[in-house]
């Protein structure tokens, strides 16, 4: 059974790592994950991922998410 004062209170949240890739922009930097919109009940702490200094690629040591610059 779903607990109605927390599942409902998060619909509008993303799932955390539901992409495996996320693309990000110049203008969106810098990026940390988890990103805003992100559901918090299952996060870890935000860290800031350092995409520009590693080739345009880099991963979250937490969760794996891998994030590209585009």
Known sequence: MVN???A???SSYSTPN?????????EDLPIHC???GTSLWNSHPRVYIPVEENGGE????YCSAIFKLL
């Open 4 to 6: 109605p004062d927390t």
């Open 8 to 10: 409902a209170a998060q």
């Open 18 to 26: 539901a992409k495996t890739a996320i693309e990000v922009k110049p």
């Open 34 to 36: 988890p990103l805003p």
């Open 58 to 61: 880099a991963k979250c040591p």
